[in-house]
């Protein structure tokens, strides 16, 4: 809840250790560049300076680090960067696309007790995931990157890109990660922000009618049928009244969450990338106390979310507890963080957003 | 210790607070502070009974007489934490008591 009496807390870092990823995914927001090799570019942040920012960071919350990319695999001292985080007790979750794991990193990772790793992987077949991804050979490297994280016994999720062709593709997957002993799958849904807008350009996108359909099917079938936990990433509103009074679901924490992309940059999470107006300062030359106490864009979303959101957003009963979905996309969509998630926007717009749900 | 909620008291709906049946329950929002809350169908009844003249033993009498094999006790218990949870969460409010 907002109030400008509250106290909020940075419990969580979202760092984009990359710029660089070895893959070409055709749905990814960030857009990083595509690049093989493990030698950066020159402007990627040093560590002297990431330490600093979690230090300063720790004495305002700070107790969790997601490390994404780009692929965060292929920053150089990933290794080191762990090894700090772990010595500075610091839960550390990973995202990766899973094809430069090896016996060495799992080992790495679970010596220093990385919490979980979530690896990409959207379709059994290594043909359309392939596509999807952009990088031939890709699926193969993804399968053992995973098979590697379940058999090490680290909890690891599968992420599925979801789009139009691979609807089909989601009940194999949850068949393989729940034989693998994979812990759980999360499902996406194709974000119309950075090289997702084409899948919405061109229709690629699942239709929303199909969403809830497939949400109900998840929630009445696949969940009882396979004991690894999944978990359909669409907002609470949209959920049935079941999966709310019975599920943990995936909800942002925006007022306690910020990014640091690869350059040191500072910014509300990885959307800072493209839309720089969300940027707050760079951990070289900011300290991320007085960034997080004093920014405006924090300050304005602090005020703003839940209370000013626009649209159906701002009638929804689950606007407390939902505070918009991703406000990033919002962004990227709208340019104003207030603005409605699009998916629950179409719902209402087509009057399929259940009145019973809505403020008058 | 005190009682929280006595058998003569009468509780009473929040109307600033809006309430959203659905199939299987229903929802109570607080628009103010952002309180929810799910209910399930004997919850919407008990919710419903609160009407400002009904007294929590009326309240607790009415619904013992769905569930005879559940002790008077263990009803009236259950129904008082369910009204006292609605009441904290401002979605029930306390009527006047007047002494019996």
């Known amino acids: 809840m907002n109030d400008k009496n509250v106290c909020y807390t940075l419990n969580s870092i979202y760092l984009y250790l990359t710029d660089r990823c070895n893959l070409r995914c055709r749905h990814c927001w960030i857009e990083p560049l ?13 560590i002297r300076f990431l330490k600093k920012a979690i230090e300063d960071a720790k004495e305002i919350g700070l107790n969790r680090v997601k490390l994404t990319g780009g692929e965060p695999f292929l920053r150089k001292d990933i290794i080191d960067i762990i090894g700090y985080l772990h010595a500075q007790n610091i839960t550390v979750d990973i995202e990766t696309n899973g094809t430069l794991i090896d016996k060495d990193i799992i080992e790495v990772l679970k010596a220093n007790g990385v919490n979980q790793v979530s690896v990409s992987l959207d379709s059994m077949t290594s043909e359309q995931h392939e596509t999807f991804r952009g990088v031939k050979g890709c ?99 949209l959920k049935s009244l079941k999966c709310i009074k019975t599920r943990q679901l995936f909800e942002c924490n925006i007022f306690n969450i910020i990014g640091i992309l690869s350059d040191g940059t500072i910014s509300l999470c990885g959307i800072g990338q493209t839309e720089t107006d969300l940027n707050m300062g760079n951990i070289a030359v900011d300290d991320i106390r007085e960034v997080w106490a004093n920014n ?45 998630f699009f998916v629950c926007h179409e719902a209402y717009e087509k009057g399929l957003f259940l009145e019973s749900r809505m403020i008058n | 210790m005190e009682e929280y909620l006595k058998n003569i008291e009468r509780l009473s709906r929040n109307t600033d607070c809006i309430f959203r049946e659905e199939e299987d329950g229903a929802f109570l929002f607080d628009p103010e502070t952002g309180n929810l809350k799910f209910i399930n169908n004997m919850g919407v009844n008990i919710y419903q009974l609160c009407d400002g ?48």
Not at chain 1, 34 to 46: M, P, S, T
Not at chain 1, 326 to 337: D, E, K, V
Request: with cysteine; net charge negative; charged share 30%.
């Open chain 2, 53 to 100: 003249k009904m007294t929590v033993r009326d309240i607790i009498s009415l619904v013992s007489e769905n569930y005879q094999d559940i002790s008077s006790k263990q009803i009236e218990d259950d129904v008082k934490v369910f009204l006292r949870s609605l009441i904290e969460m401002e979605f029930l409010r306390r009527e006047e008591t007047q002494h019996e």
């Open chain 1, 296 to 340: 405006p864009i924090l300050q304005k979303l602090r005020v703003d979310i839940p209370r000013n959101l626009e649209g159906i957003c701002g009638r929804c009963i689950f606007k407390f507890r939902c505070r918009g979905a991703c406000r990033a996309c919002a962004y990227g969509l709208t340019g104003s963080l207030n603005s409605p």
């Open chain 1, 139 to 237: 699926y193969h490297d993804a399968v053992k990157g995973l098979s590697l994280l379940a058999e090490s016994g680290i909890n690891t999720q599968l992420i599925m890109t979801l789009y139009k062709e691979n609807i089909s593709e989601i009940e194999r997957l949850v068949d393989l990660s729940s034989r693998m002993g994979v812990n759980s799958i999360k499902i996406n849904p194709v974000m119309p922000t950075g090289r997702g807008k084409r899948f919405f350009e061109k229709e690629e996108n699942v239709e929303f009618n199909d969403l809830i359909k497939i949400d109900r099917w998840i929630e009445e079938e696949l969940v009882s049928k396979y004991k690894i936990d999944i978990h359909f990433d669409i907002p609470v509103g």
């Open chain 1, 34 to 46: 595509y690049y093989e090799g493990r030698e950066d570019n020159g402007d990627e942040f040093d």
